[in-house]
């Protein structure tokens, strides 16, 4: 099965950037839908983007969309998020994950994800 590796988080301050990179192992990792989600201490993990398999549709959450971009490089089993005009309450650990479900749509419940990686934290100050 993929396994996943997130790295790429660390400490900006609000306005900055960051670019997430989700590494996969494994000899399927073009057959996957991928998501990332995020979770802030006491949080619920939530949906922030996701995008298909072949990388040409994507969705993201309100509080995320037209800042964040998802994009994948299925010939380096990667999977990024770029992060622009970051907030504070981006603050969170921020995990890719594979959609476990087969079908076209793009799904955004934790519930339909797996293989979640380790996560990387991001924090972003005032």
């Known amino acids: 099965q993929v396994q ?16 997430l990179s989700c590494a996969a192992s ?40 037209g800042r964040f971009t998802i994009s994948r490089d299925n010939t380096k089993n990667k999977v990024y ?13 921020y995990y890719c994950a594979v959609d476990l479900f087969p079908g076209d749509g793009l799904r955004i419940a934790a519930q339909s994800y797996g293989n979640w990686g380790q996560g990387t934290q991001v924090s972003v100050s005032l």
């Open 26 to 65: 494994g000899r399927t990792f073009s057959s996957y839908a991928m998501g990332w989600f995020r979770q802030a201490p006491g949080k619920e993990r939530d949906f922030v983007a996701a995008i298909n398999w072949s990388g040409d549709s994507a969705y993201y959450s309100e509080s995320v969309k």
């Open 4 to 19: 996943l590796v997130e790295s790429g988080g660390g400490l900006v301050q609000a306005g900055g950037s960051l670019r």
């Open 81 to 93: 998020l770029e992060m622009n005009s970051l907030k504070p309450e981006d603050t969170a650990v």
